[in-house]
């Protein structure tokens, strides 16, 4: 379930004591989601629309179901799939992305003050939306 792109060096640990670790990937897809592609390739951390969508949805800060969705974007940009269905399960693959999210996002929530996460969230939160 815990797929080694989560992880730092792409290396699985089962105790799962680094999962998320591979933070700036996550970040990076939570960047371009919230403030535009654009916003990869500037020094700021918004792009160069005045509506960028984490405006739109005054979004500041990232939330255990923003992580998750960015771990399971980043699984399906992965795998062959190249559209979600109703079922939540990709047609090529077979996995099982509302799962995947769901177990991501409760293990986000019940580890959410652990200092591990906190880290990640600091660090994430840093790339996305720049110095608090």
Partial sequence: ????????NLIED???????????????ILKAALHGVTSLHQGSSHGGSAHTNSQKWDI?????????????ITIFFLSPD???SGSGVGKKSNINYKELFYNYKRVLVTKWKSKHIEEIVAKI??????AA
């Avoid at 800060?61 to 960015?70: E, F, H, L, N």
Wanted: aromatic residues 16%.
């Fill in 1 to 8: 379930q815990f797929l080694p792109v989560l992880f730092p």
């Fill in 14 to 28: 089962k105790s799962l004591k680094t999962v998320f670790g591979n933070w700036a990937l996550l970040a990076q």
């Fill in 60 to 72: 500041g800060q990232v939330t255990p179901g923003s992580i998750a969705w960015a771990a399971v």
């Fill in 82 to 84: 190249t559209k979600f």
């Fill in 125 to 130: 939160n840093n790339h996305v939306f720049g």
